[in-house]
């Protein structure tokens, strides 16, 4: 009886771990992607279209828990709608201090209240390599977790 509370004890810790080593390394699954230079009709020139690896392509879909920052950026209409970021604002994609694979955009369930401290998310994920206009890694159905 005690190994059997002791293989329980040890599957529950093990499955924490994972679960919390699989959160911390989603947005390291994300950094792996490369970049194509295409030509983009409507603006004239060459723009960098992301490729994304197998890692990534394996997320595409499924519901993924990541931990990070809310970025006010003015134009989202609520906070049911808002960009997340690896970073704090001060290191964020935005303001020059990391790349576009670091931020994503969030459509949330309910409103999210704005902090400075980061926060877990859980949502499905979704890739984006065709419309320029909108970040390559979305987020929806979203829930706040912690």
């Known amino acids: 009886m005690k190994?059997?509370?002791?293989?329980?004890?040890?599957?529950?810790?093990?499955?924490?771990?994972?679960?919390?080593?699989?959160q911390a390394n989603t947005w390291k699954?994300?950094?792996?992607?490369?970049?194509?230079?295409?030509?983009?009709e409507t603006l004239g020139f060459k723009v960098d279209v992301p490729v994304f690896s197998g890692d990534v392509?394996?997320?595409?879909?499924?519901?993924?828990?990541?931990?990070?920052?809310?970025?006010?950026?003015?134009?989202?209409?609520s906070h049911k709608e808002f960009i997340f970021s690896a970073y704090p604002y001060n290191m964020c994609f935005f303001c020059g201090g990391a790349g576009p694979e670091t931020v994503m955009e969030v459509v949330s369930k309910t409103a999210v209240a704005f902090t400075a401290d980061p926060i877990t998310l859980k949502g499905v994920l979704h890739l984006n390599a065709t419309d320029i206009n909108r970040l390559m890694y979305s987020l929806t159905?979203?829930?706040?977790?912690?």
């Open 29 to 40: 699954i994300l950094s792996k992607i490369t970049y194509n230079k295409e030509y983009d």
């Open 57 to 77: 392509k394996n997320l595409e879909g499924k519901e993924v828990t990541i931990k990070g920052y809310i970025i006010p950026v003015e134009g989202y209409k």
């Open 3 to 22: 190994k059997l509370w002791l293989t329980l004890a040890w599957l529950f810790a093990f499955s924490a771990t994972q679960h919390l080593l699989a």
């Open 141 to 146: 159905e979203v829930e706040k977790i912690d």
